[in-house]
């Protein structure tokens, strides 16, 4: 593996407890990337997780079962923190709230930070925690009312990898999808944030060759098909389950749509960018920052089905206005959210 020049090897070490999502793909990404800048890493994860090989790449995977007993949760972080102190790490990175249970003590050998992508919903395990990175403004600031020190927050967004110049698209006929069809992608977890719901009944209310992907997993699934259903669009909605790789079904796409409520950051939006595609978003807190409407891609109010219609036909309607929008969002994206410029702020915070 190439590695770029680094006058000094620097040691990190990793907690997270995360299952298989949009964090867990960046967990990858950024161990992957800052290992290319000459920083050695040990993460601590629970046992086998899907993507526990591809992160052993780019550093020394630990696997270990994490009680909820209250006796053994002080040996299990005794022993994470001795093992970190064998590795020689001086700066401690846990990803998400449930990672802050087993951080080690933080002093004059060790620094701790706690990484969010999703709001802070109190703060009684983070004893152990001396700094928060949130990856939009809007987490930081929602840690800071609820008594969070300023200094000690950051804000480091989140960066995505260019697609292969080789991807290949999938076959839009393997997902019951017209060839001359407009497709709508959407993804995320089935939950009521999310808002698939409001995707479906955009369809309904758009033409007959407008179809959804609606790429994902969760409680409220069954909900969503019963809701295609009842407003007769089942054969112009597609469930297509939870994709590890998502890049080949953005790339057979034509417009991707994030209508959710609560979206922290939403990934999604980076990814549409990074595939050229022009986006449709609602202003939840992280698209709204993301996003210059009109200029980067179009935003609607939340939960407004008939202002994401309006926007997605400003798009069917205008072509150029996706191109436009798609065009100006990669550029926006290559200049604030690059592998470069995201890892150079993190390799700052940390060491």
């Not at 040691?11 to 950024?30: P, S, T, Y």
Request: proline fraction near 7%.
């Amino acid at each position: 593996m190439a590695t770029e020049q680094n006058p000094t090897l620097t040691k990190l070490a990793h907690i997270h407890l995360g299952v298989d999502g949009g964090a867990e793909k960046f967990f990858v990404r950024l161990a992957r990337a800052l290992a290319k800048r000459g920083v050695e890493q040990i993460a601590f994860i629970r046992p086998d997780r899907p993507w526990r090989d591809e992160l052993a790449e780019h550093c020394d995977v630990r696997e270990m079962k994490f009680s909820r007993s209250h006796i053994k949760r002080h040996i299990i972080r005794w022993n994470i923190a001795r093992q970190i102190r064998q590795f020689g790490a001086r700066t401690t990175m846990g990803w998400m709230s449930p990672a802050s249970k087993w951080m080690p003590k933080p002093g004059p050998d060790m620094r701790t930070f706690l990484r969010l992508g999703d709001f802070p919903d109190g703060f009684h395990t983070y004893g152990n925690v001396e700094n928060l990175i949130g990856n939009t403004p809007e987490i930081i600031r929602q840690a800071i009312e609820r008594g969070w020190p300023a200094d000690k927050a950051h804000v480091i967004s989140n960066f995505v990898d260019p697609l292969p110049d080789d991807l290949q698209p999938v076959n839009r006929a393997d997902y019951n999808t017209p060839e001359e069809a407009t497709v709508l992608i959407h993804l995320g977890r089935f939950v009521q944030r999310k808002r698939f719901d409001l995707a479906i009944k955009a369809v309904a209310k758009l033409p007959e060759n407008v179809h959804a992907w609606l790429i994902g997993d969760g409680e409220l699934m069954d909900d969503m098909k019963s809701l295609a259903a009842d407003l007769g669009v089942s054969d112009r909605i597609h469930f297509l389950g939870w994709q590890r790789d998502p890049s080949p079904f953005l790339k057979a796409a034509d417009i991707l749509l994030c209508p959710a409520d609560d979206e922290p950051l939403g990934n999604v939006v980076l990814e549409g960018w990074n595939a050229g595609l022009p986006v449709v978003a609602t202003a939840s807190p992280g698209p709204s920052w993301l996003i210059e409407h009109g200029k980067t891609g179009l935003l609607s109010p939340c939960g407004d089905v008939e202002r994401v219609v309006s926007s997605l036909n400003t798009i069917l309607s205008n072509p150029e206005t996706g191109t436009r929008t798609a065009g100006t969002g990669q550029e926006f994206m290559a200049e604030n959210y690059s592998e470069k410029t995201i890892c150079k702020k993190y390799q700052t915070l940390l060491f």
